[in-house]
């Protein structure tokens, strides 16, 4: 899958109340809490963002809470992908498990707000278009690029279950 | 090669030979935990994927029935337990939707383990006390303190809400075998300091990631004595370095803990308790004796393997002698931000929190007031105590504490998770300052983002109510 977007870059520990505040734990839907990604920190944040666009943050990114909200926050922002040079580890399973693509490199810190992406999940290349750079990332184990493949979790049960599958 | 406990409990829950960190598994968990704001997805996602009418075509499975009758059916309704606690009792409407959804769930599929306000207490210290979780067990729960159960030798991890509905739908979760770090405390732990500040230590000298995607094993002389209320205190706050899970190797002191649960979960007073108040059979949410008579407690060879082998591999170990370690606070806005308390005397509050599942238990509330008894606290602060069960709840009120923490000019309040996230029940708004025993301190973690959260023991938190500064308790 390749995946062509701007660069917003975010720092180090990017917590899960700096992506969803608690008090909107009240939803579940993704356009709503879409809304609101990333407010306490970067009150501007959603009205810079364009549909398609990636964050590139530092290291464990998206610590704390295990709210599913928080991947579905920055989906329903328009954000179609997420490069940091860590994840946090019930991010990281909340990411693969609603089919949020990811990648993690150690090179980010080299991407500029504004860069133009161009990033090959399953390779693990990044392409800076900007800058005219290219950065490798860790690509993902074959369990994991089953479940991103299948489109989550849901959809990989249920063709494990042989139920119909929704997109 | 020797396995350490935690590879030891997921090898148990698979069909494999062999186990080894970095490979992915997909294991049979003993329980799956939601609450009021995580559960909702998960039951969403449950009912999109099996209560849609459709005949599936494989056998073999509860919510899967191969005669081509759907079932709309959770794989195992005694091994999923339902919390209303963060947002409860309802805080406004679209919670008290959510609770309903919780209530509603839990009555089609018959779940025994849902607990209504009434019987609902902070779900990291209700589990232990209900006796739903013990040694060996592998555990799920869409909330990120899971990691909590640990402190029983359990594999407890925190989870998403669609891990949750997966596991509703077969029982099973998809782990990536983490590596472990072993931690060893050796000494003796001075007056005042407990789980809360080594943990906190702990987390001060390894950074917010320094366990990241791993497994933290607390070990040494100093665990071996600590009790459960501070061992789970540091297994509850595993996550805040990045772990997967936070254990310490069951010993006579988990075992006793352990059939402690059991005996007051069968007593015969405990059964009258059970029922309802029409006299009638227990409700919904009432533990079942039956289901503790199936825990094992005794010293079966389960129990006894669960150490880690003499020759499991760790990715580091660490060893600190705590015998000069001073009661610690996390500084805002990271809990890796640690300092002495006696260091922050400069701090002013406006709110002192005691409770969650952090440091809400009995133990907790004793050591606060012993210290707030036949004194008042800082004219203007706010304290808010808020034991983390019904059962610590009353504890509380016969002991005299609660009557303490009013009588010093605070409040007691109902079990609920409340303030420590942000919900309810002390928020805080711009530039105002608390000092709480709760996990975390991220920007806006208790409401406004230009407010700002200390985390602290209990015994920092009662010292400090009373002179409305950060204070070491010696000086009390």
């Not at chain 2, 891990?163 to 077969?170: N, T």
């Not at chain 2, 660490?318 to 931000?337: G, M």
């Not at chain 2, 969650?356 to 012993?370: E, F, P, Q």
């Amino acid at each position: 899958m390749i995946i062509r977007g701007k660069a917003h870059k975010l720092g180090d520990d990017i917590n899960t109340d700096d992506i969803i505040a608690a008090k909107y734990l009240v939803s579940t839907d993704a356009q709503e809490l879409g809304k609101h990604c990333l407010e306490s920190i970067r009150p501007d944040f959603v009205s810079r963002v364009s549909a398609g666009d990636i964050v590139v943050a530092g290291k464990n990114f998206g610590c704390g809470s295990s709210r599913e909200h928080a991947p579905l926050a920055i989906k329903g922002c328009g954000i179609q992908a997420v490069v940091a040079k860590s994840f946090a580890g019930i991010f990281f399973r909340n990411a693969i498990n609603i089919g949020l693509p990811f990648l993690e490199s150690a090179e980010v810190d080299d991407i500029q707000e504004g860069d133009s992406l161009e990033i090959d999940l399953a390779g693990g290349i990044i392409k800076n278009l900007t800058q005219n750079k290219t950065y490798s990332a860790q690509a993902f184990p074959e369990f994991l690029q089953e479940i991103i493949a299948a489109g989550g979790l849901i959809n990989y049960i249920k063709r494990r279950y042989n139920l119909s599958v929704q997109h | 090669m020797g396995y350490t406990i935690s590879e030891k409990i997921l090898l148990a829950h698979t069909d494999k030979k062999d186990i080894k960190p970095g490979e992915f598994i997909e294991a049979d968990v003993d329980l799956a935990l939601g609450n009021d704001i995580t559960a909702p997805l998960a039951i969403a996602e449950f009912k999109k994927a099996v209560c849609t009418g459709q005949s599936p075509q494989k056998a073999g499975h509860p919510s899967i029935k191969y005669d081509g009758v759907p079932s709309c059916k959770v794989f195992d309704r005694k091994k999923i337990v339902l919390v209303p606690d963060h947002f409860a009792p309802a805080k406004d409407l679209r919670s008290a939707n959510q609770c309903k959804e919780l209530a509603d769930f839990a009555r089609e599929q018959k779940i025994e383990n849902y607990f209504e306000v009434g019987c609902m207490g902070i779900e990291h210290v209700l589990l232990p006390e209900k006796g739903l979780v013990g040694p060996g067990d592998l555990v799920i729960g869409a909330d990120s303190h899971t990691c909590t159960y640990g402190a029983l030798g359990a594999y407890a991890t925190g989870v998403g809400s669609t891990d949750l509905a997966r596991a509703f739908i077969d029982g099973k979760c998809w782990f990536k075998v983490a590596r472990s770090l072993k931690f060893v405390y050796t000494g003796k732990l001075n007056k005042w300091v407990g789980g809360k500040d080594l943990i906190l230590y702990t987390i001060g000298k390894i950074g917010v990631d320094g366990a990241l995607y791993m497994v933290m094993e607390f070990s040494g002389e100093v665990i071996r004595r600590l009790p459960m209320d501070d061992r789970f205190a540091m297994s509850n706050m595993a996550i805040e370095a990045g772990a997967r899970a936070g254990i310490i190797e069951p010993d006579d002191i988990t075992f006793e803990y352990v059939r402690e649960v059991t005996r007051s979960q069968s007593s015969a007073e405990n059964r009258r308790d059970l029922a309802s108040k029409t006299g009638g059979p227990p409700k919904i949410g009432e533990t079942s004796p039956a289901k503790l008579a199936g825990h094992k407690v005794t010293k079966d060879k389960k129990f006894g393997s669960l150490k880690s082998d003499s020759d499991a591999v760790y990715e580091k170990v660490y060893e600190w002698d705590v015998s000069k370690l001073e009661p610690l606070v996390a500084c805002p806005h990271l809990p890796c931000n640690v300092k002495p308390a006696s260091e922050l005397k400069d701090i002013k509050l406006d709110q002192v929190v005691i409770g969650s599942c952090t440091n809400g238990r009995i133990s907790d509330l004793r050591i606060a007031a012993k210290i707030l008894k036949n004194k008042k606290i800082k004219s203007g602060l706010r304290l808010i105590v808020i034991p983390a069960t019904q059962k610590i709840y009353l504890e509380a009120v016969k002991e005299g504490l609660a009557q303490i923490f009013v009588e010093a000019g605070g409040i007691f309040s109902t079990p609920t998770c409340g303030p420590c996230l942000g919900g309810h029940m002390g928020i805080l708004t711009e530039g105002e300052v608390c000092l709480a025993t709760t996990n975390r301190n991220f920007i806006g973690r208790m409401g406004s983002p230009q407010s700002f959260v200390y985390l602290s023991n209990p015994a920092v938190a009662a010292a400090s109510a009373i002179t409305g500064r950060i204070t070491h308790p010696e000086k009390i």
